[in-house]
């Protein structure tokens, strides 16, 4: 079982829509979470970490359910340049002394005019 | 951009040979990481550079090695190649304070053939 996982979609949507991704982790003990962004041949990005009560971003919205073991993104009112692959990356806890990030295979979003 | 910067931006490669990739870390970045990107997944972590000392290892064979110079810049070695080794090689930087807020460069984009 991978330690990450995410739906690689694609999730094609129109302008202006509200779309959510969903990413679960196995391991209970990971403490740190975050969301890269990467666009099509380009380097992962920063888009936001995850706090345990929830973060806000702009039109994007970041949550941590611990219970269920997943987070997720959902993006409001798409624009055609979110188009990306959106990146989970879990913090376990064996990698807190070596600072490596394990990321999911991505999502990808297709956002349509 | 992130000042991370990577060398070469692309390079073709025999099974057998050996590589040898090259980073600048972001001014005031300690610290180095490696990843392996495969297409279609998520990065993967091959090892961490702090302070010129490895600092953790992923599930990679020895013949993948590195060093760290004394401005933090960062080698990747890759010693006798398999086609399997084909991949995006992205290096990532990151201070003390936030070392899972991590910068990535460009990506080295390595093909054996």
């Known amino acids: 079982r991978k330690e990450v996982e995410q739906d690689p979609g694609p999730f094609n949507v129109p302008e202006g829509a509200t779309v959510a991704f969903n990413c679960t982790y196995s391991?209970?003990?990971?403490?740190?979470f975050f969301w890269y962004r990467q666009d099509c041949r380009k380097e992962p990005k920063l888009l936001m970490s995850?706090?345990?009560s929830g973060n806000e971003d702009g039109r994007f919205t970041a949550q941590l359910n611990r219970a269920s073991q997943y987070i997720s993104l959902l993006i409001r009112d798409s624009k055609l340049s979110d188009s990306a692959t959106y990146l989970c990356?879990?913090?376990?806890?064996?990698?807190?002394?070596?600072?490596?990030?394990?990321f999911g295979s991505g999502t990808r979003l297709q956002v349509q005019p | 951009e992130t000042g991370v910067t990577q060398s070469p931006t692309h390079l073709i490669k025999t099974r057998g040979q050996q590589v040898t990739l090259r980073c600048s870390s972001q001014?005031?970045?300690?610290?180095v990481s490696w990843y392996q990107q495969a297409l279609g997944q998520g990065p993967q972590f091959i090892f961490q550079?702090?302070?010129?000392?490895?600092?953790g290892r992923g599930n990679f064979p020895p013949r993948f090695s590195g060093l760290q110079f004394p401005n933090y810049s960062s080698e990747l070695n890759v010693n006798a190649l398999e086609l399997d080794d084909s991949a995006l090689y992205l290096c990532?930087?990151?201070?003390?304070?936030?070392?899972?807020?991590?910068?990535f460069g460009p990506g080295t984009r390595l093909t054996v053939t």
């Open positions: 550079y702090y302070r010129e000392e490895e600092n």
């Open positions: 001014s005031g970045h300690n610290t």
């Open positions: 990356v879990v913090i376990l806890p064996m990698d807190t002394g070596r600072r490596a990030l394990t």
């Open positions: 391991n209970s003990a990971s403490q740190s």
């Open positions: 990532a930087s990151s201070s003390d304070s936030t070392p899972y807020e991590q910068y």
């Open positions: 995850v706090y345990s």
